[in-house]
């Protein structure tokens, strides 16, 4: 339809470029659902009917793009999914065949659950083994701020590279809720540093915990350094991701050519006898972290002992 009320040419007497000019217009705008507004081109117009055809498939390529892209994301994300549901059916039936208490039960079934959240089931060991030994490095030197926090690796003492080297063999672990991290009177000889969640510290016989670790702090410096077992134990409160420093990852490093200096091997595999001021600052934090706790274990058993002797007075009574 023409926009003046008396047109100059009829729609018979119409050239044939701009009928079919419009009969596109009319096509495109009824095909692709745009509608009849009363904002249009004009009829007799060539280029501005031709750049709103032009427009319009602009228009429905990049409706098109953006639900295509939508629906690839929906679809992996539903892969993915489906993938971990298949994964924990399976440890289900594992689980199944053999005589498991419930709450370990439960405790397996928090941790493929926080490491499908968390990691999208991607094992740190998987993906690490895939890069080069630099960028592997680089990630790394991250966990330099935690390790630095521990007396034993203070850089005024330590060098980079020695740092570095200790970081690069630092390994990750993640605890579900309610596992032992560390176990009381034992030799484990494993430098722990939490970095998510929350683990309390426990006495044998105190029914209540006698501290708590956040991300940044540490664990077992000293164990791990002079050979002696836990004093105390450590438990996880909710699922805890930590840095684990082992034994055999540090004799490694140590007993490499460049940090003959230390005579780790020679000394018997601990700093017992050593003059290192890493290993003096460690013996020095150990008994301020020992006493803390011997104080709050002492205060637990005189709270439980005063409740005692109150119930057994108001029974008296």
Known sequence: VCEATKPEVKCEECPLPMFFMRSIYFLMQTLFTIGYGDSVAPSKSHVELSMACVFMLFGVFGYGLTIANMTSVLA??????MRFRREMDIIARWISF????????EQIRLHFLYLNRTQGGMLDYALFSSLPPKLTQDIASMQLDFLQAVPFFNPIYRSQTFLLDIANVLSRRIYSPGSQILYQNERQRELIVILEGRAE???HGNPKCVGCLTPGDFMGDYQLLFGTINQVGL?????TVVLVLSFEALTNVLNHPNQNHFGFLSMGSHFRNSSDQGALDTIKMSREQMEAISRSASHAHESKTAKI?????????
Do not use: F, Q
């Open 76 to 81: 992996n994300l539903d892969v993915v999914n």
């Open 98 to 105: 053999r005589s498991i208490p419930e709450k370990l039960k």
């Open 201 to 203: 510290v426990y006495v």
């Open 235 to 239: 438990r996880s409160l909710d699922c």
């Open 309 to 317: 002797h109150n119930m057994m007075e108001e029974t008296d009574a």
